[in-house]
């Protein structure tokens, strides 16, 4: 035996052994947000190809702020954001097949579904899509179904797991299996199973649509929070949790056997919960501890141990919560396997990291980029509760792939609980657009024709709306039609509409739209003023009650 034999014995081939993490620049990160303290145990980003979305501190009620991936910078302190909860914000998820919604749960007991404009939020959101009832305590997490349209689990602390179809707004399943706080949930690929994690100490394998635990065992005997995700289409496991000890470890189970883990480790004796994150391509899964600075990274496979070490991200900061890029959304061209939208404890600032397999071709990588999931469904709502599976549709990265997806809200008799609530607003735009010649003379000075010269009406009353007093020119409707409508002799008006769908930047669209929110603010200014003297008038009608009222007893 050579020594070089000897040298590399120990050493395990890998194509993913040197991967290693780059955090962006200051420059392409998002400063100056108020990030939660909240202590609870939760990820608080969301990121998908096109926004990423952050939970905020607020004093009072629960917000989160929404950007798109390229605002990045120092954001200004009232940017807008999402205020509709009345409670703390717990957790958020973006739809996996429309980049334009999001739901979110909350300390106020209910989940909310909202949708987010292509170019952001111009101002504060508090009109939700869709409000699922259900809950009677908070509610701590939720999931959407990897490969159904329109099914969403929500998990809260009255013990339950609801089984929503957002599309009607309604629970189809309510799952009652736990006998104390719910800590995580994980689907697998298709969606057939639930994986969850108690504080009973138990790892349960449910399936969703009956409510039927398959298997459960005791996966952790610490008394921290545990966290699972499904492996693959392999039938594993892997947990993260504490020792009876404290000492923090991971530990990977069958699925279908849950009395003693197929390996289990130690990974350290720090005090934040272990988060996993499961990379279906690349089989790749990571661990991120709360308030820890590194992320490990370990190659899934299918012989003991299961799960083999391969190396870690150190960064001096810790972190308070991370959110990773769908696979979809990395940079192919870098050698991208996958991104972490990672939320800083000490400074305002959400910094990406780009984990990167070095390679020195330029040409697309094929064993590095399988085909990923689409943001396409494979399933119905109806036809995933009826009992159908399937796995999720794929999409080539290199050729086809459809980075995000832009679907507008449309009239739909078979999903009344999305209707958007201001489905008029682009026929607002439509209206404002267009050049309006008003008359302000007196009615009672134009005399109408008589019906046998229909032919002739139309061309009377162009001309006599032509006919403008220099004092209506300079009036200030015409004024503001001038600055934004078209001159005499222009062509005709691309509705506002079109051309915000063509992707044209014009600076009218934003002096529109503060005018626009300087008149809101105006409003609500006014409608303040308007309740706090009605507010008064009421407070002086009793005052003058009491005092008649005491004349009269002095009189008596």
Request: proline residues 5%.
């Amino acid at each position: 035996m050579t020594n070089s034999q000897v040298w590399f014995r120990g050493v395990r081939s890998s194509k993913f052994r040197h991967v290693y993490g780059v955090p962006f620049k200051r420059e392409r990160c998002y400063d100056n947000i108020k990030i939660t303290r909240n202590a609870h145990d939760s990820n608080f980003c969301a990121v998908n190809p096109k926004f990423v979305a952050i939970v905020t501190e607020v004093a009072g009620g629960g917000a989160f702020l929404v950007l798109p991936l390229d605002n990045t910078g120092r954001l200004d302190f009232n940017a807008s954001r999402v205020t509709g909860h009345k409670g703390p914000v717990l957790d958020i998820k973006w739809n996996p097949f429309n980049d334009n919604i999001i739901a979110s749960c909350s300390d106020d007991c209910t989940v909310k579904l909202w949708h987010i404009p292509d170019g952001g939020l111009s101002m504060h959101l508090t009109d939700w899509l869709v409000e699922l009832h259900g809950h009677k305590r908070r509610v701590a997490y939720i999931e959407w179904h990897p490969t159904a349209e329109n099914i969403l689990l929500s998990a809260g602390f009255d013990y339950l797991i609801f089984v929503w179809d957002v599309g009607k707004g309604e629970a189809v399943k309510v799952i009652d299996c736990h006998s104390d706080v719910i800590y995580c949930m994980s689907f697998n690929r298709d969606g057939s199973l639930l994986a969850t994690t108690c504080k009973d100490k138990k790892l349960r394998v449910i399936e969703p649509r009956r409510g039927i635990v398959l298997s459960e065992g005791v996966c952790h005997s610490g008394t921290k929070a545990s966290k699972c995700t499904f492996l693959g289409s392999q039938g594993k496991v892997l947990t993260t949790g504490f020792s009876r000890y404290s000492d923090r470890q991971y530990a990977v189970w069958d699925q279908h056997d849950l009395t003693k883990p197929l390996a289990c480790e130690t990974i350290d004796s720090s005090s934040g919960v272990v988060f996993p994150y499961y990379d279906y391509d690349t089989n790749i899964v990571y661990l991120a501890g709360k308030g820890d600075g590194n992320i490990r990274y370990y190659e899934v496979v299918d012989e003991a141990p299961y799960v083999h070490f391969l190396n870690q991200f150190l960064s001096g900061n810790p972190q308070r919560g991370l959110g990773f890029m769908p696979k979809r959304g990395v940079n192919t061209a870098s050698c991208e396997v996958f991104r972490f939208y990672k939320l800083h404890t000490s400074r305002g600032l959400c910094e990406p990291i780009s984990m990167i397999v070095p390679r020195k071709s330029d040409c697309f990588q094929e064993d590095l980029y399988p085909d990923t999931a689409a943001p396409l469904p494979a399933l119905t709502a109806k036809d995933w509760l009826s009992g159908m599976n399937a796995p999720p549709l794929l999409i080539s990265m290199k050729t086809g792939v459809t980075i995000s997806t832009h679907k507008p809200r449309t009239n739909n008799k078979d999903a009344p609980a999305l209707q958007p609530q201001d489905a008029n607003n682009r026929k607002k735009f439509a209206f404002l657009s267009r050049e309006t010649t008003p008359d302000y003379r007196p009615l009672g000075t134009w005399q109408p024709p008589h019906d046998n010269h229909a032919n002739d009406i139309e061309q009377i009353q162009v001309n006599e709306k032509s006919q403008k007093t220099n004092a209506n020119q300079n009036t200030k409707f015409h004024q503001l039609q001038r600055m934004f409508g078209k001159q005499t002799g222009d062509a005709e008006p691309v509705p506002l509409y079109k051309q915000i769908n063509q992707g044209d930047v014009f600076s009218t669209e934003h002096e529109l739209r503060l005018a626009f929110n300087r008149q809101g603010e105006e409003l609500r200014i006014v409608k303040r003023q308007l309740q706090n003297s009605q507010q008064r008038v009421r407070e002086l009608e009793q005052l003058v009650a009491a005092l008649q009222a005491r004349l009269q007893r002095d009189g008596s």
